[in-house]
Structure formats: structure tokens, C-alpha cells
């Protein structure tokens, strides 16, 4: 059963942006680590960006510069805005949670224990 809830995937082209909202019904992550990964068909799944409970946070570098992680605590909500989007871009966008509020490797998935289901982000050329 997925703890998160993602949206905002779509089909768009090269150049475009998209903002992926994050929700957690039922549950409270305003001191969870929070982060967005991507995966391909037959790939692993690759960190994308972090954020801590202050707002610290962390990006690959093949996004840094065109998309920006952020999160609304109030409203138990985490967003992924993407800019500038490149075919490469495509993949299925997770968003996750870890247990606490720290981690000492912010892009290993296996340091994550709530995900959602994904969303699907498709950038043409």
C-alpha cells in the first residue's frame, strides 16, 4: 500500500515544465526526510532531489538549475517543480519518505521507507 500520493505527470515537449505535487493522505511527514526519484523500464531508480524538514536540500546534477524541490508542512505536501525538461527527462517520478529526519546518504533509495506509486513524465523532442 503506497503512504504517498503523486501527481502532475503528463505527455509535454522539450522545454516545457511541470509541477508534481506530493501528498500524504492520512499520515504527518513535516519532520520526515523527503526526496523524488526517478526510474526507467529496466533501470534502477535514480535520486533526483531531497529536502530536509527545514528545507535544506539536495540535487543530481543533470537537474540542478531546472528543477526545485520544496515542501508545505502545514499542508503535508512536497512538489517537485521541473523546468526546461528534456527528453531524458523521461521516466516514472516517485516521491518518498524515510522514517526520520535525517540520513546520511540522501540519494539511496533503500534509505527511504514510504513511497507512492509514481507518476509518469513523458518529454517529447
Known amino acids: 500500500q503506497a503512504h504517498l500520493e503523486e501527481s502532475g505527470g503528463g505527455l509535454v515537449q522539450s522545454g516545457d515544465s511541470l509541477r508534481l505535487p506530493c501528498v500524504a493522505p492520512?499520515?504527518?511527514?513535516?519532520?520526515?526526510?523527503m526526496g523524488w526519484f526517478r526510474q526507467a523500464s529496466g533501470k534502477e531508480r535514480e535520486f533526483v532531489a531531497s529536502?530536509?524538514?527545514?528545507?535544506?536540500?539536495y540535487y543530481t546534477d543533470s537537474v540542478r538549475g531546472r528543477f526545485t524541490i520544496s515542501r508545505d508542512n502545514a499542508k503535508n505536501m512536497m512538489f517537485l517543480i521541473m523546468s526546461s525538461l528534456k527528453p531524458e527527462d523521461t521516466d516514472v517520478y516517485y516521491c518518498?519518505?524515510?522514517?526520520?529526519?535525517?540520513?546520511?546518504?540522501?540519494?539511496?533509495?533503500?534509505?527511504?521507507?514510504?513511497w507512492g506509486q509514481g507518476t509518469q513524465v513523458t518529454v517529447s523532442s
Open positions: 529536502i530536509d524538514w527545514s528545507g535544506r536540500t
Open positions: 518518498a519518505a524515510a522514517k526520520g529526519g535525517y540520513l546520511i546518504v540522501v540519494s539511496n533509495a533503500d534509505e527511504y521507507v514510504y
Open positions: 492520512g499520515r504527518t511527514f513535516w519532520s520526515n526526510y
